[in-house]
C-alpha cells in the first residue's frame, strides 16, 4: 500500500510530501499516527550528523496512534487500540540478547531513520512485537516522548542500581535531561541539574529539582568533589568529563545516554585511585522496560513539558530544534 | 628506633643506606624484613614519575618478615608470627568506606612511598591492621606480590561479578599481568593474553593461558570484535582505548588496574551503542579481600614467576626494572 509522509529527500533539502510503498506483514499492525515528536536527535538525522542517514528521510522515532489493520498472525494487538512506537522497530527475537530479553542489543535489529520510516506520516506499519499499548491517561502529546527518551532514561536508571536517596545528578536539562530528572525525581533521590541555561530553572523547580549547579563554573564543580553516587549525562555537549569523574564518591557512576560530540577522555587514576569509578553508557531499553516504564509513568505522572505543533508548522519547528531555541519538547500533531 | 633502610635519598640520586627514626606504637608491630619485592610501581616512585613522591624514599611495598616486638594494644598478631604488608599501612576506620570494609577508599590512608617508608629495610613498623598473616605453604619469594598486585588483582576481579566460562582479556602480561591472568585461570574462565612480547609466550602458557592477540595488530583486533565480557587493562603503555571497547559484547567491561600514561579516550557511543557497556578502574582491594586472596592463592597455587636478588644486587635490579628488560618479578632477600 501507499504510505503517505514527510520526509526530507536528499542531504541537505528541506521536508517535503513524500509517498512510500510498505504492505501490512503477518506479524505487522498499520497505524495511523495521531501524534509524534520531533527531537534534537531527528535533527542530527536530517542534517546526516553521525553519518549513517539513509536518505529519503521520515523523521520521527516516538509516535502515538491507532491500529487501523492487523496482519493474520498478530494476536497481541486488537484493530482500534490506541498504541505507541519508538525508535526500535524490530529484532531477530533469536540470538543471545533477545533470548535474555534485550533485544535493544540484537545485531539485527531495525531502527527508525537508519532501517525505518519514521512517524511524520499519516501511517506506519511496524512489527507487532514492538508496538505498545498506552494506557487511556496517558494518550495525550506530553507523553509521547516515553516511548524513546523515556524508555532512554528510564532503563539506564533502572540498571544504575541506586539505592534509596543516593545523590545523583543530571548534566543537560534538554527534552532527554528534564525526562531522565524527573524519574530520578520520582524514586526520592536528591537530584542535581548540571545546567548552565538559567532561564529553564522555574519550570524545571516545577518539576521537582531543587539545585543546580553551573557546569561550566569550576569552583563549584570543585566544591562538590566526591559528594555523587551517580551522574547522568544527557547532553551532547562537550565538557572535561575529568571533572565529573572527580565528582563522584568511590563507587560512583558516570553514564552517557547522550552522546557528546568529541572523545570522552580521563585520566585513568581518577576511576582508580582511592575508588572504583565507572563510566558507562547505554542505548534505549528493553521491550519489558518499556512496558514497566508506561505503569511507572502513569503512577509518578512522568511527562515531557511539551509545546504542540500542527503540521503545516513542522518547517518551523525543525528550524527551532536546530538552533536550540525550542522547549523542552516538540510534539507534531498529525491527525487527532 | 633507629629502622636501617635503603633509601633514594633525593630525586635522581641512587640507592644508599639510610636510618630513619621511629617507634613502635601501642598498635604497631615491629617486623624483621624476610623478603620485598621491587616492581615497576617503585621504579615509578623513584623517578617521581607521578610527582607526589616523598624523599627520602625507601623503595618496597609488598613484603615478608617475622614479627619480633608489639605494641601493648595488639591482639590479632604474636611475636614470631610469619607475616605480610602491603601499598596500604593505615586508614581511619571510622568513615563511610571504613565502616563498610572498604578501607582503601579512605581519605585518610597511608600508603607506602606517599606517607611511609617502604620495605627496601631492615625492619618496619605498621598498624597490626594491616599486617597480615602469612599460611606456612605461602612463605616463599614467589608470593610476596600477592600482597600487592596480587589483591590488586583479586579485588577487580571479584567486583567485576564475572559468571563461569565468561570469554576474558588481560592486556599487559608483566609483573601485574601474569598473576592478574593466573587467578582468571584459576576461576575458569577462557583467558586471552593481550601480549606483543612473544618470548613471553612460553612462560605464560605454563600458567594456563592458551590464547594470544598481539594488540597492535588491528587485524586481529577487528575479527574478535563483540567478543570479550571482560578485558583487564594491567599496562601503563598506552593504546587505542577504543579498539578495546569495540572488543566488548554489549554488557562487556573494560577494567583499569594499570595507568596507562595518556588520557583514556573514545566516542561515548561505543558505550551506549547497541550496548551498555563500562569503562572502570580499581586500585588495591580491601583488607577482607586479602585475608580471601591468601587462602585462594594457596588452594589455587597462584604466584609470581620470580627471580630472588640479594642486597647487594639491588641496584642492578632497579636498572633492569627501569629497562624493562627483567622477569617477571623481582624479590630482593633482605634476611633469610
Redesign the interface.
Known amino acids: 500500500m501507499e504510505i503517505k509522509a514527510w520526509a526530507i529527500k536528499q542531504y541537505k533539502q528541506g521536508l517535503t510530501k513524500y509517498t512510500y510503498e510498505k504492505n501490512v506483514g503477518e506479524n505487522d499492525v498499520l497505524i495511523q499516527i495521531k501524534y509524534c515528536s520531533l527531537l534534537k536527535a531527528d535533527i542530527f538525522f536530517i542534517d546526516n550528523f ?1 553519518g549513517d542517514t539513509k536518505y529519503p528521510l521520515v523523521p520521527s522515532s516516538e509516535m502515538f496512534g491507532v491500529v487501523v489493520k492487523k496482519g493474520k498472525k498478530v494476536n497481541n494487538i486488537k484493530i482500534g487500540d490506541y498504541v505507541g512506537v519508538g525508535y526500535q522497530t524490530d529484532a531477530c527475537l533469536k540470538c543471545t ?1 533477545c533470548r535474555e530479553g ?1 533485544e ?4 539485527k ?1 531495525r531502527v527508525i531513520a537508519i532501517h525505518e520510516n519514521g512517524g511524520l506520516a499519516k501511517h506506519i506499519i511496524v512489527n507487532s512485537n514492538f508496538v505498545y499499548l498506552i494506557p487511556s491517561n496517558l494518550q495525550k502529546p506530553e507523553y509521547v516522548s516515553l516511548l524513546g527518551y523515556g524508555l532512554t532514561s528510564y532503563s539506564a536508571i533502572k ?1 544504575a542500581n541506586l539505592k534509596k536517596g543516593m545523590a545523583v545528578g543530571v548534566v543537560g536539562l534538554g527534552n532527554l535531561g528534564h525526562i531522565a530528572a524527573q524519574i530520578l525525581v520520582s524514586k526520592n533521590h536528591t537530584v542535581t541539574a548540571f545546567t548552565h541555561t538559567e532561564e529553564k530553572t522555574t519550570q524545571l523547580k516545577k518539576i521537582g529539582i531543587r539545585r543546580f549547579i553551573n557546569p561550566l563554573n569550576e569552583k563549584d564543580l570543585d566544591k562538590n568533589k566526591g559528594t555523587f553516587d551517580y551522574i547522568l ?1 544527557t547532553t551532547y555537549h562537550d565538557y572535561d568529563w575529568s571533572k565529573f569523574i572527580e565528582l563522584l564518591k ?2 560512583g557512576n558516570l553514564h ?5 560530540n568529541k ?21 534505549i531499553g528493553s521491550r519489558k522496560e518499556m512496558k514497566e516504564l508506561l505503569l511507572f509513568a502513569e503512577k509518578k505522572n512522568i511527562r515531557a513539558l511539551t509545546q504542540v505543533f500542527s503540521i503545516s508548522e513542522v518547517s518551523k519547528a525543525i528550524s527551532i530544534l536546530r538552533n536550540n531555541k525550542g522547549p523542552f519538547n516538540i510534539v507534531i500533531k498529525i491527525s487527532v
Open positions: 553521525w540478547s534485550k535493544q542489543f540484537c545485531n535489529q540498571h549525562v568511590p563507587e552517557f545516554i547522550g552522546l557528546p572523545n570522552i577522555s580521563f585520566p585513568a587514576i581518577l576511576l582508580a585511585d582511592y575508588a572504583r569509578r565507572t563510566v558507562s553508557g547505554s542505548y
